[in-house]
Structure formats: C-alpha cells, structure tokens
C-alpha cells in the first residue's frame, strides 16, 4: 500500500516536471504576438486573421524572450513593438498595416532555426527583424538568404552574420568595429597600458578582444596580460589577481553585464584600480546594482546610443519607450525601434514588398534613426558612430560620441 | 606574496567544492547514488538566504535558517524520489537523481526567473588587507576557515557520535546495520539532511564570493564538487574535504601560472592533471581499492 503512495507521489513529481517543461515551452511554441500584451496588437492580430490576402505587411521577430540573454530580446522587441505600432497608427507601410509575429527562442541556436522555419511556413512573412544575439544570427541568416527574405538584425554585431549573404543587414555596427573603436578611444586618452579579461567560449567576446588587442598594439597602448574564462565561471580572482600584478592603467572587459558584474565586483576586491572598460554587453549593468547603485562607478563602455544624448530624436524616443514601458530604454531597445522604421524607409523606397526590391532598397538607402544616420557599406554594416558610455552614479553618462574614422 | 594570493583565492573555492563535494560523498557512501540534484540543493539555498537577507533577516540566522530548510528539502527529495527506487536498479536512481536536477532548475526558473538576481555584497565595510600588488578580502579568510570548522565538525561527528557510528555501519553494510538494530531509512535521511544543509552553507560562501544567484548556479560547482568527490575517493568523507581542497588550489594555480595567451587552455591543463591522479589511483586518493565480493 505504501509502496502505491510512493509510486504515485512518484507519477505526480514527474507529471510536474512535465508540466514546466510544458511551460518553459509554450512561450515559445505559441506565438507571442506583442508580448508587451497592448490592446492595439492584438487587434492587429484579430485584423490579420480576417483578412489573409496580402493587405498586411507580415513581419516577423526573432529573440530570445525568455532564458539567461532575455533582457535583450525582451528590450529590443519593446523598441520593434513601439515602433510597429507608430507605423501601424500612422497608417502603416505603403497604406498596408504590419501584422507582426515574434517568437521566442531562448537565446539557442537550435530554437532560433526552429522558429524561423515556423515564422515562414504559418505565417509567410515578407521581412524578417531578428535574430537578437550574434551566435543564432548566423545561422538564421543563411535561411534568410536562400530564401531570398530581407532580414535586419537589429543587435547582432558578429561581423559573420551579414557575411551570410545579400539579403542580410544589420541596424548595429560590428564586433570588430566596436573592439577598435575603443582601442583607440583609451589611446586617445592617453592610457599606455591595459589589461584583457575575456570569454573564450563566445564569439562576440573573442571578436571584440581580437579587434581591442591589435589596434591597441597599433597605437602603442602596451597589453599586460590576456587572460579568458569560460561561459560557467563565476570565480574570474585567480585571472584578476594575476591581471593585477601585471599593473595594467585600463582593464578591457569584453563580457556580458551579468558575467561583467560579477567580474567588476571581483575586480575590487582583487586590489584593481585602473579604468575599466568594455563593450555593448554593458548596457545594463546597473540591474545588477539596484542596492548600490554606485558599485559600478567609473565603468566606461561602447555602446550604440546613450539615453543622455541631446538630439531631438533620441529624446522623443527615449520619453515615450519610458511612458510605454515605465523603464529608459537600452541601446537594444533603440536597435530594435530603428530596425522597423528602416524597413520601412526602404518597402516605402522600393515602392512594393517584394523581397528582392526591397532588399535593393536596402542597399542603397540613406537612413537617420535614433542610433544615429547611417548608409551601409558593401559588406551591408552601417557606417555609424560610437557613443562611449560612463556609468556615474547610478546612472549612463554620454562621455563622447566619435564619428567613423575611416 | 602573489603566490600566496593565488593560493588563498585556490583555498577559497575549493572550500565550496568540498562542502559540496561532501553531500556527494556522504549520499554516495550510504546509498551508492550519485545525486546529481546536489548541486541544484545548492541553488535552492543560496535563493532561500537571498529571500532572508532581502527581507531584512541578518546574515548568521538566515544562514541557519536557509541551512535548516535545506536539510529539510534534502529529506523531502528522499523521500519522495529516491526511496521507492531504493531496491531498483542504480541506473534508475541516477535518471530519477538527474530529473530532479532539471525539476528544481525548471522550477527555480519558474518561479525566481531566468535573471540573475545580486546577493547583498558583504565584503562592503569589511577591511581587506594588501600582500603584494594585490589585495584580500578579510571575508575571503573567514570563509575558508568556517569551511574548514564546519568539516572538523562533521569528521567529529561522523567518527565520535552515535549516530555518527550508524551512518558509517548502514554505508558498510546496510543488511547487518539493520539486524543490529540500527533505523536505516532513519539514518538515510539524517544523511540527506546534512548532506544538503552543508550545500546550503556552500551557497552562503559562494554567494559571499561571487554575489550572484541564478537557476542554473549550481550546475558547474555542482559538477566540480563530484569530480572532487571522486578525487578524493567517492565514499570517503575526508577524501571529498581533500578533494575539493585540491581541486580549487590546481584550478587557481593554473590559471596562475598559465603564460597569458594560453589561458583558454587552463580547464584542459586541469582535468589533465585529474585524469593522471586517477589513472595511478582509480579509486581516488583515500579510496580503498574495491574487491570484487565472491
């Protein structure tokens, strides 16, 4: 009788597993049409399904909305649905509303396939915004390629996703770009000498560290010491110490913010003073600092915008993602705002969607967002400018803004 | 002086890896499984001492309390998911133990989110003090030698009390421990119990150290803590304390030493080195020889 008990208990306790299985999965199996969850969304999901004969622009999302990078794809579908709804309010793209999808693929390169087939197959989109993060970009894009599909990727900066193909852009710059850029921006400062702590496990990590390392070479700054960790580590002390010893003025830290707060924290307590500097996975260190909002202090990192830039168009933006969402809005949440609106500009170029003009379109077009204005060049990356970023007190400074140096 | 950093920082990990290494040990020992769901035992007590400590409880009784429940929890998963495999086949309790491992991981996510949450840092105010170039947290100090008490408590206990005697009896021989009169499901559970409240006191220091808490934290200690274990000798307590020791010093002194554009290589340079010690010692470096009972 007891053993029956068990048994059953047994049968529930997996039954239950099997059940958050189930719902880990079901936001990404259903589609999460606007999963800010608005009213004006879903009405345009109600539209789209009444009217199934090519009078809606279909546009479909990629990001990981749930998982260890979903701060990301949750920011820059915030900024995609903003953006989708303007359009929408303001009588859409060529007089055709944007019915858009966006799935969910947890940060996995194997989720991200998945749902791209299924964003094609049931609801046949005309142009593609996504994928967030650089690994499942890559492999995204080269579907999006041979299937001729006009994909922008709002976040991806691996300098290999639009080498994928022709019908590939990206609203960010890239990794080597970014990793130069700041290379150049210490020297500028006059620093001499720094310090690399990388993930050797990520691309986007060794892109940027590759880059940072040669320019730094090229202009003079000495490198101490080029130490890696892998993406499980949360005990980075016997690098740092060792970093430490070598007396760098500057530590490059090339990670992503959660990783990077554990680092910075490590760093302090290490003995290291010097400036510590990064890239993009920056942008939102300070969730990780809610309760001592100056702990990040005096970091200063490359980003694509800054919430401090005075331009009109930044502020506009900036003021209604807070009214929208009740949060300032990250450098993804920008991408993701500028990505529909570029799309639009080339569809409204092109004067049809018909992928392969619109992917012409692209090409040539001439674009002013709230990243900035850029053209693409023949690699179809953006000729941008880099906004570097100075974490003081709680909040994200803009220390300069550097245009393109080449 | 930067040696001696080195090794202090080598210390400090390896005295999580063995407390954890020591539930691994101490489960193994008495019901030969090797409960994969330790290291997720972990997670669950650094989330419950984040939940005191954010509700205003001090640092030493959310400790013990997240102990306790811990200990508590170890039971309940006993109890519910090991013992009505007790008589089955070892491979079926080391599935049930993984699934368990991704239920707890599933259910932490589930219910915490996916989001790394930031464990209050306690080394603010704590002086630290200089050796060298480089500077150490009085607290990482602390740590390890409350690491090191708390182990000397437990040998104690294990060797010198009653119960103790009965756990070691019921590891040797469960048959005879019974017909001597000794409570075996008893004495498993006292087991689970300590097992997991030591994983509870780990995720205290390890959140002390690295002030992060996500559902997946206990994945990777919780792997290194049973290759530790079985470094040591699986089974064996003061194996898992040596184990564990040993392993965070290598780690440390590799990434140390490793010249700079190498140190991609440092995890490989250490499993090579474990690799080694087991193939000259397959039993681990306390472990008996086993004999092949006739």
């Known amino acids: 009788m007891q053993k029956k ?13 099997a059940l958050t299985a189930c719902g880990g999965d079901k936001d990404t199996a259903d589609e999460t049409t606007a999963p800010a969850g608005d009213a004006a969304a879903n009405d345009d999901a109600a539209d789209a399904a009444t009217s199934d004969d090519g009078e809606t622009f279909r546009l479909g999302g990629l990001a990981p909305l749930t998982g260890s990078v979903s701060v990301y794809g949750v920011s820059a579908m915030n900024g995609v649905e903003m953006a989708v709804e303007e359009v929408n309010a303001a009588g859409g793209i060529n007089g055709q509303q944007i019915e858009f999808n966006v799935l969910d693929e947890k940060g996995d390169v194997t989720e991200a396939i998945n749902a791209y087939g299924r964003l094609v197959a049931d609801h046949d989109i005309d142009a593609l915004i996504g994928d967030v993060t650089s690994k499942p970009s890559i492999s995204v894009a080269q579907r999006a390629n041979e299937d001729g599909l006009p994909m922008i990727t709002p976040t991806g900066t691996a300098d290999a996703i639009t080498e994928q193909g022709e019908t590939v852009f990206r609203t960010c710059f890239t990794d080597s770009y970014q990793g130069r850029a700041m290379a150049s921006f210490i020297a500028g400062k006059g620093y001499s000498s720094a310090a690399v702590l990388y993930d050797n496990s990520d691309d986007y990590s060794v892109a940027l560290y590759n880059a940072f390392t040669e320019e730094a070479k090229n202009q003079g700054v000495e490198i101490t010491a080029e130490e890696s960790f892998g993406a499980t580590d949360s005990d980075f002390k016997a690098q740092l110490t060792k970093i430490v010893s070598t007396n760098p003025e500057v530590l490059y830290v090339p990670a992503y913010y959660e990783t990077n707060a554990l680092i910075l924290r490590q760093a302090q307590e290490t003995g290291f003073k010097g400036l510590i500097t990064g890239g993009d996975g920056w942008d939102g260190i300070l969730t990780q600092f809610k309760d001592d909002p100056s702990g990040a202090d005096g970091v200063i990192f490359s980003n694509h915008y800054s919430l401090y830039d005075e331009d009109e168009k930044v502020q506009n933006f900036v003021s209604k993602y807070k009214e929208t969402y009740g949060e300032d809005p990250t450098a993804f949440a920008a991408l ?28 040539n077009i001439e674009f002013a967002g709230v990243t900035g204005s850029f053209k693409f060049d023949e690699k179809r990356n953006p000729i941008k400018t880099v906004s570097y970023v100075v974490v003081q007190g709680g909040k994200y400074e803009l220390d300069s803004k550097e245009g393109v140096t080449e | 002086m930067y040696f001696l950093v080195q090794l202090i920082n080598g210390l400090q990990i390896g005295s999580i890896y063995a ?51 811990c200990a508590i929890f170890g039971i309940i998963i006993e109890r519910l998911a090991y013992k009505p495999l007790r ?21 932490a996510m589930l219910v915490f ?19 060298g170039s480089n500077s150490v947290n009085i607290l990482t100090v602390i740590s390890i030698v409350l690491a090191i008490v708390v182990m000397i408590a437990l040998q104690l206990f294990v060797t010198r009390s009653k119960a103790g005697t009965a756990m070691r009896a019921v590891s040797e021989d469960t048959d005879a421990a019974e017909l001597m009169g000794i409570n075996v499901n008893t004495t498993i559970s006292m087991t689970f119990a300590i097992g997991s409240g030591l994983a509870a006191f780990a995720a205290i220091l390890f959140c002390m150290a690295y002030p992060q808490v996500t559902p997946y934290m206990g994945a990777m200690p919780g792997i290194k803590a049973f290759i530790a274990a079985v470094l040591g000798g699986i089974g064996v307590i003061p194996g898992a304390m040596i184990g564990g020791f040993i392993l965070g010093v290598i780690e440390a002194l590799t990434k140390a030493y490793i010249p700079s554009g190498y140190s991609a290589l440092s995890d490989a340079v250490v499993f090579a080195i474990l690799i080694i010690v087991l193939l000259v010692k397959p039993s681990g470096l306390l472990g008996r020889p086993q004999r092949e009972k006739v």
Do not use: C, W
């Open chain 2, 87 to 107: 008589k089955s086949s070892r491979l079926s309790a080391l599935i049930t133990a993984i699934g368990v491992s991704l239920l707890l991981q599933n259910a």
């Open chain 2, 113 to 131: 989110g996916s989001a790394a949450r930031t464990f209050p840092d306690l080394t603010k105010g704590m002086p630290s003090f200089q050796l």
């Open chain 1, 5 to 17: 008990f068990f048994a059953l208990v047994l049968a529930g306790v997996m039954a239950l597993s």
């Open chain 1, 336 to 363: 993701g705002y500028d990505s529909v609106y570029l799309l639009k500009q080339a569809v409204e170029e092109a004067g049809t969607k018909d992928k392969a003009a619109v992917v012409e379109a692209l090409k």
């Open chain 2, 19 to 69: 407390l954890i290494a020591l539930g691994y040990t101490m489960v193994y020992g008495i019901i030969k499984l090797i409960n994969f769901a330790h290291g997720d035992i972990m997670m669950v007590g650094a989330y419950l001492a984040l939940l005191l400590l954010n509700n205003g409880i001090p640092i030493i009784p959310a400790m013990l309390i997240s102990m306790a429940g």
